[in-house]
């Protein structure tokens, strides 16, 4: 039978811990907003004036896709450290809510929520996507920081073999990237089953 002190634990901590865990899941919802707007506007530099009007709009894109990998990054990695956290508060909390003797359903409820918490990151797959997102920002801004600097050292006629060199390296980076991000998102046993079930027949003799 339940004594005073057994229900004044249950009316103090169970609140509390239900409370921190969906916290911590507001603050998962949050992310994505807080990270919205003009994001590394500071490091933004304008193109040299050098550039053809092509060169220029090229370079800018690039410049805009390497801020937007890094915005996904942060949202991603952050979201996996939020899930991860609820996770593992969630399942610490198990044996204080069997030991402060609270309702069954507490346990059970927070056993749940563990398990949905890792379960959206075996899907979403936030920390691997986040951490491709960062190294593919890192390669792209560094390409453009080697075009400006080419740029600005090179003469007129040296600045369209310059620019081609800018162009074949970052469709290199968009290849070389596409299939870790695909190996991410699927299963290494589903793409060998894609890939096996089209296989092209053989020719006949």
Not at 39 to 66: Q, V, W
Not at 83 to 99: E, F, H, K, M, Q
């Amino acid at each position: 039978m339940r004594t005073a002190t057994d229900r004044f634990l249950a009316a103090v901590f169970q609140p509390l811990i239900f409370l921190g865990i969906f916290s911590a899941l507001a603050r998962t919802l949050l992310i994505e907003e807080e990270e919205e707007g003009d994001y590394d506007a500071e490091d933004l530099k304008p193109a040299p004036r050098s550039l053809r009007a092509h060169e220029k709009e090229f370079l800018e894109y690039i410049e805009a896709r390497s801020r937007r990998y890094n915005h996904l990054a942060k949202i991603r990695l952050r979201t996996a450290q939020v899930l991860g956290t609820v996770s593992l508060t969630a399942t610490a909390s198990v044996p204080v809510v069997i030991a402060a003797s609270l309702p069954s359903w507490s346990a059970a409820a927070l056993a749940a929520l563990a398990g949905i918490a890792q379960g959206v990151q075996q899907i979403r797959q936030d920390n691997r996507l986040g951490l491709e997102n960062h190294l593919m920002a890192v390669d792209l801004s560094r390409a453009c920081r080697r075009y400006r600097l080419a740029v600005a050292r090179s003469s007129s006629v040296e600045r369209s073999s310059k620019f081609d060199e800018f162009v074949r390296e970052v469709e290199e980076l968009q290849e070389s990237s596409r299939p870790r991000f695909l190996e991410v998102v699927m299963p290494r046993s589903a793409m060998d089953g894609s890939t096996s079930s089209e296989a092209p027949p053989q020719l006949q003799q």
